[in-house]
């Protein structure tokens, strides 16, 4: 299972899909993720499970990282500041980084990426965007502060990727705390 990057409620600013015009030059339909208007330095956590690997450039997504794994990647975008190293292993819910405002940004916030993968393989990559899909629905997972240890997910956000998720997959982070 997979939720937000940032705990509680977070304004979203820009929908997925939002923009046509704006990401028509990145060659998508729209915005490929989902925008949370937050102040720089906000902590960014895990949505998920992966191994970490960093990025830095000036433009689109500035300072960034991915987060691989079999199943799913996830890419945070427009950071202020690393947490973790390059090729880390990591665990959901671990702090990530702080959020800011590099790359093409029009003012602090997190950027929120996420791709299907089958056996590491991007799905869908001709969807219009890249295999990026609408995660929306779990931006609402934090509302459950407790997540590492006896969170419920409901039926349609299990479903809501069409993947099976282990009942259990979320205890790994039993030593965890939120
Ligand atoms: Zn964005």
């Not at 830095?56 to 947490?83: P, Q, T």
């Not at 819910?93 to 950027?111: E, I, Q, V």
């Amino acid at each position: 299972m997979i939720f937000c990057p940032l705990p509680g409620i977070p304004t979203i600013t820009q929908g997925f899909g939002q923009n046509p015009d704006r990401y028509a030059v990145y060659g998508f339909e729209g915005h490929n993720g989902i925008d949370f208007g937050v102040p720089t330095g906000t902590e960014v956590y895990a949505p998920h499970d992966g191994v970490a690997s960093l990025h830095e450039g000036n433009e689109g997504y500035g300072k960034y990282l991915v987060i691989d794994a079999d199943k799913r990647r996830s890419i945070l975008a427009h950071l202020h500041e690393f947490l973790v190293t390059d090729g880390q292993t990591v665990y959901q819910g671990d702090p990530m980084a702080k959020s800011g405002n590099t790359g093409t940004s029009t003012g602090p916030h997190l950027h929120w990426t996420y791709k299907i993968l089958k056996n590491g393989t991007v799905q869908n990559k001709d969807n219009g965007y890249d295999g990026a899909v609408d995660v929306t629905e779990f931006t609402r997972l934090w509302l459950d502060q407790d997540l590492h240890y006896d969170a419920t997910y409901t039926d349609s956000a299990k479903e809501y990727l069409h993947m099976t998720f282990a009942d259990n997959q979320y205890l790994k982070n039993l030593n965890r705390v939120a």
